[in-house]
């Protein structure tokens, strides 16, 4: 918990958080991999949970006996590394649980049915349970029930609602065990990750809007999905912006993320013009523009369809010859059938973005005028073709649709940008990755000491999902990244020293895609004015140049780069002056592996730490060199500013 003070002379509280979806009973592994976090990133100040907190089972298992894991931390023998609140009362042996929970010495504390509560300055909104139609309708539910809360009751709702519509001060945290409904309205087309059920609560949804939180995190659909930022409604003193989190499970098998930190100053501490920034990215309300999609539906007859017996001479809605412009490639094509006569060409669009960003669809007509019952759909990548075909049994306008990719074969595919891969060094989800080496964890990136470090100032920055380059993150990543490469460069400026960063971009397909990592390096001063020279003087040997990018920052900065680059490899350095170096790497151009730490190390004034394999410490020495640099990054670090 790090305290400074605020313009006024007030003490601001930055807070450390966790927070997990489903443990599903899985809590030895939690609490395991809770541990691991604190020592290497923390201390954390709280844990929350998501989800069914007990192992996933159907009602009739709740009155089950608890499993001697759940029990030793429900009955107190065992401890959780920090103080953890949860909701997701429910599953196999919650009832016995929940009642040794009730009276045991625990840090583990159920937060209740619903409620609004202050937790170490934080203002935490909550809501336990799924929906269920009948038990909706019984009367209200002891708010801290000792014997949990499978299903909310239209009480509990109220009761929330009551508590929001009073609350002084803005909500910094909304938990919830279901997805709230529409809450995937109004994304950027191609956004939406692989299989997502677009269903939710629409209680859930009402609350969020009520609440305007500034952190939305649910669980239940064991799917790691980070929505961009949307702007709630202006009350009339300002609007601000929720950011919505769905978390996998403890353990999933896809190894999707499950365990999210966050360094957050509460609300109620921060400078208005802070608390209302509009990050880059951010959407409407999604609420808000699902209600006025609503209204704008138009008419329909009584079998539901649009009446196209009228329209023999003009071109259906439903039909389409394809979009001007457009090259077909059956590799980036999908035939659909089944599909119904009132489909539009922006419905069928539009549930296709859940595969990928749609190019062209492409329907005829028959004979009458009336759209045909089937189409072929064309996305602007490949991989797309792949998450396309296993929506294949799903509804579209309340009819299953079948699909089947329009070619035999697929051209080679790159994993999906975001999503975690088996055996990545860089993958946090990996049980094998080097976390004692973790300097900072920050919202979207962290940071890490190098593992054949040039010297002692050499760290990694990396996305915390699995991106292939800078280029391919997030805006909110870039961003972060941005004030990470500058807390460095503060940090090397208190030591009489400068910073060179350098990025090499290879797609490394066969491997399971790269994970993109910065190279940031301390060096002396006095090799800053030579950093220029020195990578042209080298890639000139290497028979390529550079093209040189001014200096930039925001969106300016990666538009330059995006330009020169387009969707190509790419070496990229980081001058100490801010201006950037960048060389497109084609494909039959065999770039050296080992480019950017040949110059740097000359620059370092370390020539014979070039190769990294050499530079390898033993694992107390890998942990004393990374505190050490801790240590002296913490001032700067942006999770503390």
Known sequence: MARQKDY??????????????????????LFKRVAAVNKSNGPFDLLFCVGSFFSHADSKEDAAPVSADAQAYTSGSKQAPIPTYFIGSFGAGSKEAMLSLSTASSNIQYLGTSGLKTLQGLNVAF?????????????PQDVGSATGCRHYTEADVNRLKVQLESASGDVDLLLTCEWPQDILVATPAGSLPERINKSGSSAVAELAALARPRYHFAGTKNIFYARPPYLNTDL?????????????????????????????????????????????????????????????????????????RWQVNKRPKGASLGRPGVVK?????VFVRNISFKASEAEITDFFTQAGKVEDVRRGTDDTGRPKGYCHVQFTIDSAVER????????????????????????????????????CWFCLSNPTADTDLIVSIGE????????????????????IEHYASSLACSANAWAEMQRYLSAFKACAASQGKEVIAFERHLSLVKKGGNHCHVNVVFIPASAAPKAKQAFQQAAQAQGFAFTALSKAVGKASRSQLQEVVGDSEYFLAILPDGSRLVHPITREERHPLDFGRQVVAQLAGTPDRADWKTCQLEKPQEITRTEAFKAVFQPYDVVNS
């Open 444 to 463: 979207e990136c962290y940071c890490a000491m190098d593992k054949g470090a040039i010297n002692e100032g050499h760290v990694l920055l990396l996305p």
């Open 388 to 423: 396309a075909c296993r929506l294949s049994g799903a509804l579209l306008l309340d009819r299953e649709v079948y699909i089947d990719s329009a070619a035999n074969g697929s051209r080679p595919i790159a994993p999906e940008p975001g999503k975690p891969v088996e055996g």
């Open 236 to 308: 009339g003193a300002g609007a601000h912006v929720t950011r919505f989190i769905g978390l996998a499970s403890v353990g999933n098998v896809a190894k999707q993320k499950s365990l999210h930190a966050l360094g957050l100053v509460p609300a109620a501490s921060m400078e208005v013009a802070t608390l209302q920034q509009k990050p880059e990215g951010t959407t409407p309300s999604p609420y808000e523009a699902a209600a006025q999609a609503k209204k704008k539906r138009p008419i329909e007859d009584a079998d539901g369809a649009k009446d196209w």
């Open 127 to 139: 809501l336990d349970g799924i929906y269920d139609a009948a038990a909706c309708k019984q009367g």
């Open 329 to 333: 490639d059956d590799y980036k094509t």
């Open 8 to 29: 006024e002379g007030r003490k601001i509280v930055n807070m450390k958080v966790l927070v997990t979806g489903d443990p599903g009973g899985n809590l030895p592994a």
